[in-house]
């Protein structure tokens, strides 16, 4: 159980993309994970966060792909920045959609309010 004051922030980020460029998309994905990490190899440090859940889902609008990543304490700005680069390196693949939110554990949001 949390304490009074701690947090434990999560990124759930969430992109979709349509069926029609899976194809293409999947290669897109694994050349620029594999560039980003020649670019930037500080930023693949798992002290910012960690993932917890990754999960896809097939539907007829497209593709759906959630990741949850808990965040390292006072690693939230390096976090965001680090999967908002990711995202924006796919932002000209056709279809290609994305949100960042910041979510909190259910204690944590008790713990709050309380």
Same mark, same amino acid.
């Given at each position: 159980?949390?304490?009074?004051?701690e947090k434990v922030p999560?990124?759930?980020?969430?992109?979709?993309?349509?069926?029609?460029?899976?194809?293409?998309?999947?290669?897109?994905?694994?050349?620029?994970?594999?560039? =980003?990490?020649? +670019?930037?190899? &500080?930023?693949?440090?798992?002290?910012?966060?960690?993932?917890?859940?990754?999960? %896809?889902?097939?539907?007829?609008?497209?593709?759906?792909?959630?990741?949850?990543?808990?965040?390292?304490?006072?690693?939230?700005d390096a976090a965001f920045?680090?999967?908002?680069?990711?995202m924006a390196l796919l =932002?000209?693949? +056709?279809?290609? &959609?994305?949100?960042?939110?910041?979510?909190?554990?259910?204690?944590?949001?008790? %713990?709050?309010?309380?």
């Amino acid at each position: 159980m949390l304490k009074e004051g701690e947090k434990v922030p999560y990124l759930v980020i969430r992109y979709v993309y349509p069926p029609h460029i899976l194809d293409e998309f999947v290669p897109k994905v694994m050349e620029l994970a594999q560039n =980003r990490r020649r +670019e930037f190899p &500080k930023e693949e440090d798992p002290s910012i966060g960690e993932p917890v859940f990754t999960a %896809v889902k097939a539907t007829e609008q497209g593709y759906i792909n959630m990741i949850i990543i808990e965040v390292k304490e006072g690693k939230l700005d390096a976090a965001f920045a680090f999967w908002t680069k990711n995202m924006a390196l796919l =932002r000209n693949v +056709e279809g290609f &959609k994305h949100s960042i939110e910041l979510w909190a554990t259910s204690d944590e949001f008790l %713990v709050s309010i309380a």
